[in-house]
């Protein structure tokens, strides 16, 4: 069976202003889960905004779900999931309710649909006591959950996330890991969590906006790991 690739990178450079952030950068996923690794710096954040269409590359281009990032981009965010590295760059609205029944609201569900059903998804993470909770009141691990249910509760046909473990407790991490590895859909994950990359199929380590290797995760995983024990104050 041939599998369709869910993201092409076709020689993609980034740069926000002079700092080179992604360099000739050509990719093709198809797998169904792809870890992203690398050191602080080294670009995996800004290949998940080129995914998503939220930044452009300056040269080369981007394709996601069959879909230009550039001439469909205005598409792309009712069928891509965006799970922001920082839950505060996430979040428009004042209450935990209101945030993740936009999205429902934004696919056509009444005011009283969306919130019974971010009612139903919060229940589900034993947070049924949540919906009237000001998000600004939450610690920032709880901010990160409301932001990953939103996410996953619109059902994308593709979802990114960026570092969504940073912040999460063991027990919810837990959770959240066994519920993404029984998703149907692809997923694209910036992640330093290598329990849970052990997982996945491909793994992607980034240096400097390149590829420094890329392979399936007991191969790259390892490499990664000897780089930084041989060279603990300076990745290659
Ligand atoms: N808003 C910005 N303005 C200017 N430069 C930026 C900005 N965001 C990132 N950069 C630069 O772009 C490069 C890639 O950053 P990026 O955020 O993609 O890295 P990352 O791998 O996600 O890092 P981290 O592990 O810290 O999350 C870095 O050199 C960084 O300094
Ligand atoms: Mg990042």
Redesign the pocket.
């Known amino acids: 069976m041939t599998v369709s690739p869910h993201v092409i990178l076709d020689q993609v450079s980034f740069?926000?202003?002079e700092?080179?952030?992604?360099s000739d950068l050509s990719l093709t996923l198809k797998e169904r889960r792809v870890g992203?690794i690398?050191?602080?710096?080294?670009?995996?954040?800004?290949?998940?905004?080129l995914i998503h269409g939220l930044a452009q590359p300056t040269k080369g281009s981007v394709t996601t779900l069959g879909l230009s990032t550039k001439a469909d981009r205005k598409k792309i965010p009712s069928r891509v999931g965006f799970l922001f590295?920082d839950p505060d760059r996430q979040i428009i609205f004042p209450t935990v309710g209101e945030e993740i029944a936009f999205g429902f609201e934004e696919q056509g569900r009444t005011r009283r649909e969306a919130r019974n059903e971010a009612l139903s998804w919060l229940t589900r993470y034993g947070r049924s006591d949540w919906p009237e909770r000001g998000v600004q009141e939450l610690s920032e691990g709880q901010r990160q959950l409301v932001c990953l249910i939103s996410v996953i509760a619109l059902d994308p046909g593709l979802i990114l996330l960026?570092?969504p473990f940073a912040s999460l407790d063991l027990r919810t991490r837990l959770a959240f890991a066994d519920q993404l590895e029984a998703l149907p859909q692809p997923l694209v994950m910036?992640s330093?969590d290598f329990d849970f990359l052990t997982r996945f199929e491909r793994i992607i380590w980034?240096e400097?906006?390149r590829i420094q290797a890329d392979g399936p995760p007991e191969t790259v995983l390892s490499a990664y790991e000897a780089a930084a024990r041989a060279q603990p104050e300076v990745m290659p």
């Open positions: 740069a926000y202003g700092r080179v952030a992604i992203l690398g050191s602080n710096g080294s670009g995996k954040s800004s290949l998940l905004r590295q960026d570092e910036a330093h980034l400097h906006g």
